[in-house]
DNA sequence: TTAACTACCTGTTCGC
DNA sequence: TGCGAACAGGTAGTTA
């Protein structure tokens, strides 16, 4: 399940060998993946080819290409995606919905789940206005957190989810941050204490920080723009880790369904 | 405005 | 062994 660090790690790749390449053809584009943006999928595959790139930009958990026309491709890779850059001899795999041909390579978009989306931004429209600020930017401060958080009675689990306060944080890091800020992800954000959120800034930076050196996390579908899985699962505290012992205490980490998604946390470490 | 819920989707796991 | 149900979860939309 690609995060930020997921995403920056794929991101980071891609900025060294897509800038300067040119779409030779759209092999594919899967019309259903098309679910946000200004054009169709049909309107993508004519409009593309001859485009060149400029950069690859990444924001919360969405990466952009960005055309020498300034135009944006917008690709978001839910749950299960993978983007990766492969020589256009090698097979397509299965559930491959977005397949862009630079003559010796190709940029492909495997999604079995298809929870992820491609869209076309055009020169001049903000690209993800909804989303919230960037916790590795220096605009997530604690004083942010305290104004966002402040009367707010839903879980803190929940409100770390939302992507209009903090862009990029998934289930696996925020369970990870809350661990690292000694914080139950069941306790009512607006009931965090200025300290507390201190921490909790601090763990989410440092969290974030970690994964990106360890180049992601790989449970099960995610592998970077390479096909190469990540190494950060192996330095999780608590995400995935049901009934093992805590690494701090020693007591079994438990689990609890938070709005729907499954919180991992120690009740001895974390108050 | 906020909080909770639902649809989307398919591979994996579990129980029978 | 095979089948069906439950589960996993990011985003956007709906409802109260």
């Not at 608590?238 to 729907?260: D, F």
Request: overall charge positive; hydrophobic content about 35%.
């Amino acid at each position: 399940m690609p995060e930020l660090p997921e995403v920056e790690t794929i991101r980071y790749y891609l900025d060294h060998v897509l800038p300067g390449q040119k779409v030779h053809k759209v092999l594919h584009i899967d019309p259903r993946m098309v679910k946000t943006g200004s054009l169709s999928a049909e309107e993508i595959a004519r409009r593309l080819p001859g485009h060149v790139v400029k950069s690859i930009k990444r924001r919360g958990k969405f990466l952009f290409l960005e055309w020498e026309t300034q135009d944006h491709l917008l690709i978001h890779l839910g749950m299960s995606g993978r983007l990766i850059w492969i020589q256009n001899h090698e097979p397509w795999a299965l559930h491959t919905h977005l397949v862009l041909d630079f003559e010796e390579n190709q940029l492909r978009l495997i999604d079995p789940r298809r929870f992820g989306r491609i869209g076309w931004i055009d020169r001049g429209v903000e690209l993800v206005p909804h989303l919230g600020t960037e916790p590795l930017s220096a605009d997530l401060t604690s004083q942010f957190l305290v104004k966002r958080l402040q009367g707010r009675q839903a879980p803190i689990k929940s409100l770390l989810l939302d992507q209009s306060i903090i862009a990029g944080l998934g289930n696996i890091y925020v369970d990870e941050s809350l661990f690292r800020a000694k914080i139950r992800p069941d306790r009512p954000g607006g009931s965090l204490e200025p300290r507390e959120i201190k921490r909790l800034v601090r763990s989410i930076r440092r969290v974030l920080q970690e994964a990106i050196e360890h180049r992601g996390t790989s449970f099960s579908d995610y592998v970077d723009a390479l096909g190469h899985p990540g190494q950060n699962q192996d330095y999780l505290m608590v995400y995935g880790r049901n009934q093992a012992e805590c690494r701090v205490c020693g007591q079994p980490i438990v689990t609890k369904v938070i709005q729907g998604r499954t919180s991992h946390f120690c009740l001895h470490c974390q108050k």
